[in-house]
């Protein structure tokens, strides 16, 4: 190995160590692999470097932080998944993560909130419905439209579903679930395959920085 | 991130930002066409053949996911810098997602190509 200034070094050990916590969600032997190629990718543009710490800066910030390094490889890796999965845990997860790397995240995790909250609101009320026959159901009147388990009737409304409010309410809770989980995973998939990355910290003038 | 430079503004720029951001996967496999590269190696390969300037932040989380969906494969090699690298290598799935993007990158360029001729006509 080249010699490294000492603080220059510690400068190199610390941005891994945090690389390594940020990681904590990979696992270990995975996580290890990772902080090794980060640590020979330093040290490789660093060797034959006339000015090792002003070397290092520049390295380190082409990185981006070990946050926002770890962030990228947990969004990567959960996307791939996800675009596979059927799973609405994992796709609100994943819609969760990508929320923050962009607009097109942030519309999936919209989505996924409101479809799967939709899905989840509907099949509480049916499960509810033998219990409190009269306060649920879905009332139309006054242009307005309730569905779901309220604690007195609407004035002027009418409940229309009856007997037919357990299944058909059922069908819908399952619809909303299926369709979200869809749009997500078409949403995940279409994805450009490097979704909305932008180095903070990169900045080039004149040439497109990716 | 872009900053603006010329007249053209940010909006221009984003727009060609968004091309090269969507061109990066199949550029990182075409890199590996002929041989093995380690991390740093790609990014100065794409850097010199195709001006891509990929930020390392990026690159190394789409390596890791090429090899996680099996189009890569990589290996720890010594070296005599002292410490291992991490080679990659495309594998047959890897060199046909290439082939199957190079295909349709060649398509779209060349129907565009028909497309942009008068635009350009007065220039060339």
């Given amino acids: 190995m080249t010699s490294i200034a000492p603080l220059t070094d510690s400068r190199i050990e610390n941005y891994l160590s945090r690389l390594a916590a940020a990681l904590a969600g990979v696992a270990s032997e995975q996580r290890d692999e990772i902080v090794r190629e980060i640590r020979a990718h330093i040290l490789d543009s660093m060797s034959g470097a006339s000015d090792p710490p002003g070397a290092v800066d520049r390295v380190l ?58 899905a989840l609101g509907l099949t509480v009320a049916v499960f509810v419905k033998p219990f409190m026959p009269s306060r649920v159901g879905m009332w139309v009147g006054h242009g307005n439209l309730n569905v779901g388990i309220l604690p007195a009737n609407p004035e002027g409304a009418h409940e229309v579903l009856g007997r037919w409010f357990v299944p058909v309410i059922a069908v819908v809770a399952f619809a909303f679930a299926v369709g979200t989980t869809h749009a997500l995973r078409w949403l995940i998939r279409r994805r450009s395959p490097n979704p909305a990355y932008q180095m903070p910290h990169a900045t080039v003038s004149g040439a497109a920085q990716i | 991130m872009y900053m603006a430079s010329n007249s053209n503004g940010n909006r221009g720029q984003h727009w060609e930002a968004q091309l090269r951001k969507g061109s990066l996967e199949m550029a990182i496999l075409a890199s590996l066409w002929q041989s093995r590269l380690y991390g740093l190696e790609i990014l100065r390969s794409l850097s010199e053949k195709s001006q891509l ?48 993007m190079a295909e349709a990158w060649q398509t779209f360029a060349a129907s565009l190509a028909a497309l942009v001729q008068p635009v350009l006509g007065g220039k060339r």
């Fill in chain 1, 61 to 118: 910030r082409l990185l981006g932080t070990p946050e926002e390094l770890a962030n990228r490889y947990a969004t990567e890796s959960l996307l791939t998944r996800a675009g596979s999965s059927f799973s609405p845990w994992l796709l609100l997860r994943t819609s969760w993560r990508w929320a923050k790397l962009g607009i097109t995240g942030t519309t999936a995790f919209f989505l996924a909130l409101i479809g799967y909250g939709a």
């Fill in chain 2, 53 to 100: 300037d990929v930020a390392e932040g990026t690159l190394y989380p789409i390596l890791s996911r090429l090899k996680a969906e099996g189009l890569l494969q990589s290996e720890w090699v010594e070296a005599e810098a002292g410490h291992p690298r991490k080679y990659y290598w495309l594998t047959a799935p890897g060199r046909r997602r290439a082939r199957e």
